[in-house]
């Protein structure tokens, strides 16, 4: 029974893991569109740009 109770919890993080990188990921391609420097090219250039520098 107690494992039960570890994989809920565990279900529930990668929920929120997966929840979160959703959030981000539409948050940079949000922002990439609302600035549209140059079409597709800056969309992705922008949004590469900004993983990067979350990434590190």
Known sequence: ME?????KGTQ?????GLAALLILVLGNVSTAV???LGGITGII???IKKIT????
Request: net charge negative.
């Open 3 to 7: 494992n039960l109770i570890y994989e």
């Open 12 to 16: 529930s993080l990668e929920w929120l």
């Open 34 to 36: 609302s600035s549209q």
């Open 45 to 47: 250039t922008s949004i």
């Open 53 to 56: 520098t979350i990434v590190g």
